[in-house]
């Protein structure tokens, strides 16, 4: 099992500019979640899904969209990137909620850097 | 709200040493807690998780928590230190929704020789 993948690894972008971070899991997972780190900030929630054709907004969604039209996928988009979303982003994916004790699983990153 | 204040930054201790990292919650309903460990350059990986089956946790890496419900805390602990522990290691615990994770901002341990 390759488990949580992200692609891609590292990514400049134009103020401006558009990308489309992709997230896959072979898990078999319903949940599936978006993530951003910044130093000393830990991680804060961009975007969750509770299954296929869902999303919900997390606690910063604000210049993000998101997409599950597959159950393995969950995509992460930026319309218009801004320096401010310069960032570390992380995908991870769950069986069920963590709120009934299931623990998420974390792909390794993407560092996106806008300039 | 569920919220997890992680005390200390960074904290230092030798090889060998005892490795305390301070985690306490907030929560108004029985939390559900993880410690997850970052390595450079690395994913998040799961450490251990409290579920309210038992208050003593063990994890991987000879690491254990203990849930005290009193003191609202859930500390990290490892009897002897190794310089392969050196990483960032966060507290989180499910959040409002029951869907997501709220982190701690973080602990960064270091392994002095």
């Known amino acids: 099992n390759a488990g949580v993948t992200q692609t891609p690894k590292f990514r400049v972008l134009k103020t401006g500019q558009s990308m489309t971070l992709l997230c896959a899991q072979d898990?078999?997972?319903?949940?599936m979640y978006w993530y951003r780190q910044d130093p000393g900030m830990g991680l804060r929630l961009i975007h969750y899904?509770?299954?296929?054709?869902?999303?919900a907004k997390g606690e910063v969604p604000d210049g993000y969209n998101v997409s599950r039209l597959k159950k393995q996928n969950f995509l992460l988009g930026l319309e218009s990137a801004a320096p401010s979303q310069t960032s570390v982003y992380f995908c991870?994916?769950?069986?069920?909620?963590?709120?009934?004790?299931?623990?998420?699983?974390f792909g390794p990153g993407t560092r996106l850097t806008v300039t | 709200a569920q919220s997890v204040t992680q005390l200390g930054s960074h904290v230092s201790v030798s090889e060998g040493a005892l490795v305390l990292l301070r985690c306490n919650y907030s929560?108004?309903?029985?939390?559900?807690l993880f410690w997850y460990v970052q390595y450079p350059n690395q994913g998040l990986q799961l450490l251990l998780k409290y579920t309210s089956a038992a208050t003593l946790v063990k994890g991987i890496n000879g690491f254990e928590a203990e849930f005290k419900k009193s003191e609202t805390s859930f500390h990290l602990t490892k009897p002897s230190a190794h310089m392969s522990d050196a990483a960032e290691y966060f507290c989180?615990?499910?959040?409002?929704?029951?869907?997501?994770?709220?982190f701690g901002k973080g602990t960064s341990l270091l392994v002095t020789p």
């Open positions: 929560s108004s309903v029985p939390p559900y």
């Open positions: 899904s509770v299954g296929e054709g869902t999303t």
């Open positions: 898990m078999n997972h319903e949940y």
């Open positions: 989180a615990v499910s959040d409002n929704s029951g869907y997501a994770l709220n």
């Open positions: 991870a994916s769950s069986y069920g909620a963590t709120g009934t004790g299931f623990e998420q699983y």
